[in-house]
């Protein structure tokens, strides 16, 4: 069993930032490709970023893209999810998700996802 342990989130003003944390643990975390996921009121998860166990592919939604970044650091097993120039729309519950032997690519699709984080709360005050 995979625990990812998040932190992070939070209110902020639009266009300010946040970094959102998750620490993986549990059984040995190889090969484990992972991303961020977001729900808002009334919508269906919907992917954000993926990232693949080496770190060379990434995957950003077009929400996303030029003002998220998703990295991750092997020596903490952890996630990071920086956000940059919120606005509003970004207000959601974020989800760190992971799965093992698969893709940044595939991942993207929440039906591969094998464990997931509790979710942290977002808020982009206008």
């Known amino acids: 069993q995979v625990h990812l342990v998040q932190s992070g989130g939070g209110l902020v003003q639009a266009g300010g930032s946040l970094r959102l944390s998750c620490e993986a643990s549990?059984?040995?975390?190889?090969?484990?490709?992972m991303g961020w996921f977001r729900q808002a009121p009334g919508n269906e998860r919907e992917f954000v970023a993926t990232?693949?166990?080496?770190?060379?592919?990434?995957y950003y939604a077009d929400s996303a893209k030029g003002r998220f970044t998703i990295s991750r650091d092997h020596t903490k097993n952890t996630l990071y999810l920086q956000m940059n120039s919120l606005t509003p729309e970004d207000t959601a519950v974020y989800y760190c998700?992971?799965?093992?032997?698969?893709?940044?690519?595939?991942?993207?699709?929440?039906?591969?996802?094998?464990?997931w984080g509790k979710g942290t709360l977002v808020t982009v005050s206008s």
């Open positions: 998700a992971a799965a093992g032997f698969t893709t940044a690519q595939a991942i993207r699709d929440r039906r591969t996802v094998e464990y």
């Open positions: 549990g059984r040995p975390f190889t090969n484990y490709a």
């Open positions: 990232i693949s166990w080496s770190g060379s592919n990434t």
